[in-house]
Structure formats: structure tokens, C-alpha cells
């Protein structure tokens, strides 16, 4: 299985600030690459497919970016409703393996 | 717009089986270019991805090794719904288990989940 390894595993930042996520896959996964905000209590949300598309209804302050085994998620300012859990997720062969997470928190 | 509508119960008792449903509405379970995914969250594990059926001319289904053994996913194409069914849980299964739909662009093929069920939790225990 293909591992993912998200850092940080949290975070603290204030809003307006910028942040970003990394992800480093165990292998070459090409862009095979998605990232989800995940609210409790509430169904994860695609953000980004193919390391770098966003999926539509997205805020252009989410930008996600690299190939191969290491990627990168940015938020360019942070907004209060983007304080959540972020996973990338490797979309190159079944079966698919998420990150561990990454839990944004308001500093 | 497409919706999954999750059902099923939130308590099951070890070493029976666990069954929940995922309804689709706005595409159809029989679709070409769509695959039926469950996933997984618990403190434990995280998000583990459990499997997934679809129809390319005839059904298809990929598991998870670590269910492979114990889980079905079933299409209904008369109720355009599909199922999983876990047998012999244990309480390591208990978790919120999520239905998920998997697209793919048409160019690479890359594959994402981008339409999601609300989340069942489910816990096993006597």
C-alpha cells in the first residue's frame, strides 16, 4: 500500500494568515493526489483533485501543488470557516490511503 | 446535484454484521463513469478507504485487504442504492463509515471522491 504522511499533524494560525499543508507519498504517485477539508460532524468536502485542480465552488485562497511524491496545500488567507481537518488522499491505485490529517486551529 | 443519502443502523453487537446503505440520487449507481465508494473514520486508524463497486460493462468491486475477507458491497440498481455488509465486527470496527462517489477526469483519468454521504456512526459493542 502506498503510505501518506501529512505535516504538521496540527497547526495554530490566525486569519489572514498563510498556511501550508505538505504531503509526501511512499512512492511516485504522479498527480494522483486530492486533498478534502473535513468539518466534525460533517462529510468530508473535496478541495483539490489531481494535485493542483480545484473542484468547483472552491475559494481561489485553496491552492494545492507538486507531482511525484511530494505535494503541497496553501491556503493564501486564512478565512475563519476554513478552521478544520485537512487529509490528502493518493488516488494512484486501490487501495486508496489518506493522510493522517492535518488539524487547523485558530491561534 | 448528486446526494447520498446514508441509512443503516448505529449499534451492532460483536461478531454480527454490519449493514448500511447509501441511496443515490441525481446519477445512478450503473453509471460509466462513477465508482461507489465506503470509507471509514476512527480515532485508531483515521480515514481508511474499505471499497468500492462499479459497472464497466459488468460490475467490478475492489476491498481493502484489511476487510477483504469479512466485506461485501453490493449495487441495487432497482432502488439505484448500494450497500456494504461487514461481517464478524469487532470493536475496532466501530467508526463513522461515509458512502462516497468516486469521478475521474476524462483526461489522465485521475480519480477523486467528490460527492459524500453525511456519515453513519456506527459502534460495536454488546
Known amino acids: 500500500d502506498i503510505q501518506m504522511t501529512q505535516s504538521p499533524s496540527s497547526l495554530s494560525a490566525s486569519v489572514g494568515d498563510r498556511v501550508t499543508i505538505t504531503c509526501r507519498a511512499s512512492?511516485?504517485?504522479?498527480?494522483?493526489l486530492n486533498w478534502y477539508q473535513h468539518k466534525q460532524g460533517k462529510a468530508p468536502n473535496l478541495l483539490i483533485y489531481a494535485a493542483s485542480s480545484f473542484q468547483g465552488g472552491v475559494p481561489s485562497r485553496f491552492s494545492g501543488s507538486g507531482s511525484g511524491t511530494d505535494f503541497t496545500l496553501t491556503i493564501s488567507s486564512l478565512q475563519p470557516e476554513d478552521f478544520a481537518t485537512y487529509y490528502c488522499q493518493q488516488s494512484y491505485n486501490t487501495p486508496y490511503t489518506f493522510g493522517q490529517g492535518t488539524k487547523l486551529e485558530i491561534k | 446535484q448528486v446526494q447520498l443519502q446514508q441509512s443503516g443502523p448505529g449499534l451492532v453487537k460483536p461478531s454480527q454484521t454490519l449493514s448500511l446503505t447509501c441511496a443515490i440520487s441525481g446519477d445512478s449507481v450503473s453509471s460509466n463513469s462513477a465508482a461507489w465508494n465506503w470509507i471509514r473514520q476512527s480515532p485508531s486508524r483515521g480515514l481508511e478507504w474499505l471499497g468500492r463497486t462499479y459497472y464497466r460493462s459488468k460490475w467490478n468491486n475492489d476491498y481493502a485487504v484489511s476487510v477483504k475477507s469479512r466485506m461485501t458491497i453490493n449495487p441495487d440498481t432497482s432502488k439505484n442504492q448500494f450497500s456494504l455488509q461487514l461481517n464478524s465486527v469487532t470493536p475496532e470496527d466501530t467508526a463513522v463509515y461515509y458512502c462516497?462517489?468516486?469521478?475521474?477526469?476524462?483526461?489522465?483519468?485521475?480519480?477523486?471522491?467528490?460527492?459524500w454521504g453525511k456519515g453513519t456512526t456506527v459502534t460495536v459493542s454488546s
Open positions: 462516497a462517489r468516486e469521478g475521474f477526469t476524462e483526461l489522465n483519468y485521475y480519480y477523486y471522491m467528490d460527492v
Open positions: 512512492q511516485s504517485i504522479g498527480s494522483y
